[in-house]
Every structure is written in C-alpha cells, then in structure tokens.
C-alpha cells in the first residue's frame, strides 16, 4: 500500500522570511512511511531533497520516518527555533519529526506570499499538491 503522505500546512508569510517558512506534512495512512530522498518542489524549483534536520534547533525524533497519524515539519536549513516551543508543547517528541532540505538554501524558490503551489514526490510519483491564490492573511498566518 502505498504511503498517505499529506500537505497539512504551508506557512508561506512568516514573521522571518528568511528562516521561518515551512511545510507541515501528516502520514494520514496506517503505516509508517521513510521520507527520506522525497521531493518537496513549488513553482519554480523542484530539487528539495529531504533529509533529517539535525541543526543546533532539532526537536522531536531524529530520522526520517513519519508514523501513522503523526507530522513532520520541513524546515529551511537555516531554521532558528521559531516554532520549537510549539511542538514541545503540542506534539509526541517520541514521534514528531523536524525535516529539511539538502543543497538549497529556501524551500522551493522561497515559497510565495500568493499565488504559489509546493508539491511532494516521491519516486517520480506526485503524492500531493497545496496551491494558494492569495496571502493568508499576512505575517505569521498560515494555511491549513
């Protein structure tokens, strides 16, 4: 059976453009899935290899595997601890997993504040799509 890998959550319009941007994904299946080597694309970048975050702000569960109805977070590489006192407060350390991306310095190219789109993929295999017209609202405001 293949993963059920899902775009929960896109923070395109954080307070900190530079480091506070992120995806939240949800494993919505019954199995655990490795995301080790997927893709995370948007509009104009699709090279977002995902790896481990294992940098000075790493919460939660080392690796790369998301466990049945649990999330991962995917941050940029330069990722300061912004949200860090919400998943220790909200989340299963246990389980809860911190990604980033290999080679690039942003998610995509930058995600933008409207009209963008990021995917996730795997094998060649889109597994899901978030796309957004508008702003959600301006900094800090994310969509779910």
């Known amino acids: 059976m293949p ?15 530079s480091t506070g941007e992120f995806v939240e ?3 919505a299946g019954v199995d655990s899935a490795d995301l080790s080597g997927w893709m995370l694309g948007d509009l104009k970048d699709h ?7 294992t940098d000075t702000f790493d919460s939660g569960a080392a ?7 649990q999330y991962a977070l995917i941050v940029d590489p330069g990722y300061t601890g912004t949200y860090n006192h919400i998943i220790e407060a909200y989340t299963d350390q246990n389980k809860f997993i911190i990604l980033t991306i290999q080679g690039d310095q942003t998610l995509g190219n930058g995600l933008g504040n409207s ?3 990021i995917y996730l993929e795997f094998n060649g295999r889109r597994m899901d799509t978030f796309i957004w017209q508008r702003s959600a609202g301006g900094n800090g405001i994310s969509w779910e």
Request: aromatic fraction near 12%.
């Open 25 to 27: 994904l949800y494993n």
């Open 63 to 69: 690796g790369t595997v998301i466990y049945p109805g």
């Open 3 to 17: 993963a059920e890998i899902v775009i929960n959550e896109v923070m395109a319009d954080p307070f900190l453009e």
């Open 47 to 53: 090279n977002d290899v995902l790896i481990d975050y």
């Open 115 to 117: 009209g963008d789109a």
